[in-house]
């Protein structure tokens, strides 16, 4: 039996559809594949140097700042979400939003603005010596340029995850179980622990375990700071030391502790349970706080915006205003083209990348769906230093291969056709924040109901239609927040970027990190700017996303779960 033209071409897109999710699956196990091979092939003479030296201290003071990041967004975020969410004070409104807003800084960025702010020939530390007059050794200051600076940077940009999370998981509790350890006699502060944090738990965990990867991927802040951690120690090695081996090294022993945080993560939210609140929906009003608590709860929220985002953004205004820099310059007018290509292509790539995965998944559930899911999201839990190593290796080896072959048979040199391309660090954008956009798509998706695809079917309606005409349509915003969410991300993504861009491909965050580099702070302050500009919007978006939860939760009718 023939088939008719229009068959042939439905079958030939539906396996586009459906082998397009695996390639997107395999060109994010590539890296990690990559790397392991690198390094357990090539020589271990630099790795053994490097064990001698400086290996532990890159494996101590990672360790170190994952410990202090952990505790210090554990306890920001969760503290902030619950007082936020649970009760009512002066300006509780304005912190619901305002707290989520040093997510648009890059630590980098942050870490520029209070080096300025708080180091030697700083205004602080110069309003010091000229009130006391004292000379330049007759005190003590905290060293800015520190673990532990690095540390308070980290801190201050990463804690919204956890509160976004925290927040978002308050919200669809229910006052059921809360109110019953209120009348067995516990006080607000005992049930807090008692009920209400540890059926968050889940949420809170993700939160900081977000805030941990993004940690231990962290270039910009460790290297201006001067701390060695592995993400310096794979640049380092890659361009300083022209050793790939041990980038490739280094490389694979940061992989392993990545991932072996993605699979704690993974059992510890597969052990975790949900119970809905069952038919009844008791809502919580918030608690209306009085004296000396109303203002105290103010305070405490008051201090992370100040210092996450109302100071640092003061500071890199002033900086910027007399730095000579101007965002109208052919040069800047270049670094913006640039950056936006970049951004723009990435985004857009990464998201149909994610809604072929998602839209297999949905449709086609199975082994190879669940794997090729499970391998794009492994992007996140790769730094964006591993992920460079992992593509310049492999390609790099097929050029160069390309290249003699073409000498020896033709005389002819086709050069580096991947190695150094736009094209190749799009790709490892792509890897890395695939499961941002995967995750976002995810989310709509849920909101349409197995029984609307399966009358779609029944009326005849073949899956590639059923992606254009009824799942991209509805998923409209879903699609449009992870294209806005992706695209920022690119925009402060610097390790991957200095490592893999072309020559002569200046972005605005290279730009930003080159005058850093070379103490002009002043000039590095209006790329820095334009990045956190950008970066507002999706942090504005989920904000909203989050607001609008809040007012089916908490209005005036209580809702009916059914």
């Known amino acids: ?120 020939p700083g205004p602080v530390q110069t309003l010091l010596r000229d009130v006391t007059g004292w000379g330049p050794r007759d005190y003590w200051f905290p060293e800015v340029r520190s673990v532990t600076g690095a540390a308070v940077m980290l801190i201050l940009v990463l804690y919204p995850y956890v509160y976004l999370l925290a927040r978002a998981a308050f919200l669809q509790q229910s006052a059921t179980a809360f109110l019953a350890a209120r009348a067995l006699g516990r006080g607000p502060w005992t049930a807090f622990l008692r009920v209400s944090l540890p059926m968050a738990r889940p949420a809170i965990a993700g939160g900081v375990l977000l805030a941990v990867m993004e940690t231990i991927a962290d270039y910009g802040t460790t290297s201006y700071f001067a701390v060695q951690t592995f993400a310096t120690g794979i640049y380092t090695s890659w361009f300083t030391m022209a050793d790939r081996a041990a980038a490739a090294q280094l490389a694979l022993c940061l992989l392993g502790f990545a991932l072996l945080l993605a699979i704690l993560e993974r059992m510890q939210r597969g052990a975790a349970r949900h119970h809905g609140a069952g038919k009844r929906f008791e809502r919580l009003p918030p608690t209306q706080l009085a004296g000396p608590a109303k203002w105290g709860a103010t305070l405490l929220c008051a201090v992370p915006v100040l210092l996450g985002f109302i100071l640092p953004v003061a500071l890199l205004l002033s900086m910027g205003i ?57 992007g996140y839990a790769v730094p964006g230093g591993v992920i460079a190593v992992g593509l310049l290796v492999p390609f790099a080896a097929f050029d160069n291969a390309l290249d003699a072959w073409m000498r020896a048979t033709f005389g002819l040199s086709t050069g580096l056709l991947f190695t150094g391309s736009i094209w190749l660090l799009v790709c490892a954008y792509m890897v890395r924040f695939m499961a941002a956009a995967l995750n976002t798509y995810d989310s709509g998706l849920g909101t349409i109901h197995p029984n609307i695809d399966a009358v779609a079917r029944t009326l005849g309606t073949r899956p590639t239609a059923m992606l254009q005409r009824i799942h991209v349509p509805v998923l409209r915003p879903s699609v449009l927040t992870a294209l806005l969410i992706v695209f920022v991300d690119v925009m402060k993504e610097l390790p991957a970027t200095l490592i893999m861009r072309p020559f002569n491909f200046d972005t605005l965050a290279v730009q930003a990190h080159r005058l850093a580099s070379d103490e002009r702070l002043d000039g590095a302050a209006v790329p820095s700017l334009a990045i956190v500009a950008v970066g507002l919007l999706p942090v504005i978006l989920v904000c909203r996303s989050l607001g609008a939860k809040r007012s089916r939760v908490f209005g005036t009718t209580a809702t009916a779960a059914e």
């Open 322 to 378: 007399g730095s000579g820099q101007s965002l109208m310059s052919p040069r800047y007018v270049g670094y913006i083209r640039n950056t936006i290509i970049l951004a723009g292509t990435a985004s857009v790539l990464t998201v149909i990348g994610a809604v072929l995965v998602g839209f297999r998944m949905r449709l086609w559930p199975g082994p190879a769906s669940s794997g090729a899911s499970h391998l794009a999201r492994i």
């Open 1 to 120: 039996m023939s088939l008719r033209p229009s068959d042939l071409a439905d079958r030939f897109a539906t396996g586009l559809l459906r082998g397009g999710a695996l390639f997107i699956g395999l060109i994010c196990l590539l890296p990690m594949v990559a790397v392991a091979v690198a390094a357990l092939l090539d020589s271990t003479d630099t790795l053994r140097h490097l064990a001698e030296t400086v290996l532990w201290t890159y494996t101590a003071t990672t360790l170190q700042l994952v410990v202090i990041v952990a505790i210090g967004t554990a306890a920001i975020g969760t503290g902030a979400a619950w007082l936020v969410t649970m009760t009512r004070f002066p300006g509780s409104r304005f912190f619901e939003i305002a707290l989520a807003l040093p997510l648009a800084f890059p630590a980098y960025v942050m870490g520029y603005a209070y080096t300025h702010f708080l180091d030697h």
